[in-house]
């Protein structure tokens, strides 16, 4: 993952715009899993206002649980000591994550079982993260399990807020849209050398929409709304496109077909959010 880190920060580094940034890390990949992680590391860049300097992981699945106060990441004290016990079954970036953010339920007698982020530092593995193996898309992507007991930290690592509603399913939005900002760059970068100047035209327009829901509020129904609609223009492009490219560029076409599964994971979650922006205007 150095080495697509290396290539991101050379394609990025002058733009401050995190959605500029995906967008354009995306017009220069080939590869739609480094598009993908492009996306990833753009989003927790904005979200946590981090350095980019670093690949940075946000970790809240465990295996067979479904509600944040089930999980079996915990926050405690030990004789004066903060610690972190941590059972989290997916992390992106794999060992190469320097900045991983961890959900965990708080321990501590003051706490109520609150959720909270945790920050930690894992130079040069120090946490003790165990590689995947390669999953059935974006297999170029490394990924990581932590489990790991006895962590020690201290009350700045510790994020303010909740974790699920601060953090995690605010970033779940701010994900789907550097997606979008990547996968847009990556569209039109191939359109325009293939001189498709329609499907261009109608990749320049998503990208200006894209763009412009950078200072919209996450959190908003007209977010999610607007969200939506774009990912529906996108995607009727794209089933354009994919006709040509099958003859056209078909190595892209193949590993299109593979990799979009990775578009599928979140759709059920997205509708939700769709139908809660609707209901909620009445």
């Given at each position: 993952?150095?080495?697509?880190?290396?290539?991101?920060?050379?394609?990025?580094?002058?733009?401050?715009?995190?959605?500029?940034?995906?967008?354009?890390?995306?017009?220069?990949?080939?590869?739609?899993?480094?598009?993908?992680?492009?996306?990833?590391?753009?989003?927790?860049?904005?979200?946590?206002?981090?350095?980019?300097?670093?690949?940075?992981?946000?970790?809240?699945?465990?295996?067979?649980?479904?509600?944040?106060?089930?999980?079996?990441?915990?926050?405690y004290e030990q004789n004066g000591q903060l610690m972190l016990d941590s059972y989290k079954s997916f992390a992106s970036g794999g060992t190469d994550a320097k900045t991983i953010f961890v959900s965990a339920v708080d321990q501590r007698p003051d706490a109520n079982g609150d959720i909270v982020l945790v920050k930690l530092n894992n130079e040069d593995n120090r946490l003790g993260l165990e590689p995947l193996p390669p999953l059935p898309f974006v297999p170029e992507l490394a990924h990581a399990k932590l489990k790991q007991t006895g962590i020690r930290i201290q009350r700045e690592d510790i994020l303010v807020g909740n974790a699920?509603?601060?953090?995690?399913?605010?970033?779940?939005?701010?994900?789907?849209?550097?997606?979008?900002?990547?996968?847009?760059?990556q569209r039109l970068s191939i359109a325009l050398e293939l001189d498709q100047t329609q499907l261009a035209e109608q990749y320049i327009a998503s990208a200006h929409a894209i763009l412009f829901m950078q200072k919209s509020d996450r959190s908003a129904p007209s977010t999610h709304l607007t969200l939506s609609g774009i990912k529906q223009q996108l995607t009727r492009t794209f089933e354009q496109q994919d006709k040509l490219l099958e003859d056209q560029l078909p190595s892209f076409a193949k590993t299109w077909k593979r990799d979009s599964a990775l578009l599928s994971l979140a759709e059920s979650a997205q509708k939700v959010r769709t139908q809660k922006a609707w209901q909620s205007l009445g």
């Open positions: 993952m150095q080495d697509w880190l290396a290539k991101h920060q050379s394609f990025t580094s002058k733009y401050d715009d995190s959605l500029v940034r995906a967008f354009v890390a995306g017009a220069h990949f080939r590869q739609v899993s480094f598009a993908f992680a492009s996306a990833y590391q753009s989003a927790l860049e904005n979200m946590f206002d981090l350095d980019r300097d670093a690949i940075a992981a946000l970790c809240h699945n465990e295996k067979g649980v479904k509600k944040p106060r089930e999980m079996q990441t915990w926050v699920f509603s601060t953090y995690v399913k605010p970033f779940r939005t701010e994900e789907d849209l550097h997606i979008l900002a990547a996968l847009c760059g």
